[in-house]
């Protein structure tokens, strides 16, 4: 008998892949936050490096997000930060440029105007990511879209 001590059973590997994905899209939300951040406010980085390049490097030319079960895409260049996002089932396209970021291996799009705003982040490690869009359409009526890619590196989707 093993007073005072409490034991757990171990935690089987679904249960820690979800906990995982679901930490991983904790730190999507939270990383929006951080879009100020410039090189030169990360560990390490020298004056020279935050004058040349004053935002962490994009490992890609073109990042896709493609929802699994939709279709529905998001892509966008690194580093200038157009994006273009297609929703399959009603042909709704929206564009423009937002802010890329790359923080511990995950590399973000964000952007905020009156009419919008999109958090996207890809982990650049597994190739599986996240965006979530509020379009707003009218003053206190914001609809959601969401996009979530779980297969790695997957082909940019087409409608």
């Known amino acids: ?28 939300l ?16 020298t004056a020279a490096e935050a004058a040349v390049a004053p935002v962490a490097s994009c490992p890609l ?8 079960r939709t279709g529905d895409h998001l892509s966008y260049t690194c580093p200038a930060g157009t994006y273009t996002y297609k929703r399959c089932s009603t042909g709704f396209t929206l564009t423009g440029t937002g802010v890329v970021n790359t923080v511990n291996g ?15 982040g890809l982990l650049t490690g597994t190739g599986t990511g996240k965006a979530v869009i509020y379009v707003i359409v009218a003053p206190g009526i ?18």
């Not at 939270?30 to 980085?45: C, D, F, K, M, V």
């Not at 996009?147 to 590196?153: K, L, M, R």
């Open 142 to 159: 914001i609809q959601t879209l969401t996009i979530d890619q779980t297969t790695p590196f997957k082909a940019c989707g087409t409608c």
């Open 61 to 68: 030319a073109t990042v896709c997000l493609t929802d699994e």
């Open 106 to 120: 995950v590399e973000t799009l964000t952007d905020a105007k009156p009419d919008r705003r999109i958090n996207a």
């Open 1 to 28: 008998m093993n007073k005072g001590r409490v034991t757990s059973p171990p935690i089987s590997r679904s249960v820690a892949a979800r906990l995982a994905l679901g930490l991983a899209a904790l730190a999507l």
């Open 30 to 45: 939270l990383l929006p936050a951080a879009t100020g951040i410039r090189r030169s406010a990360l560990p390490g980085a």
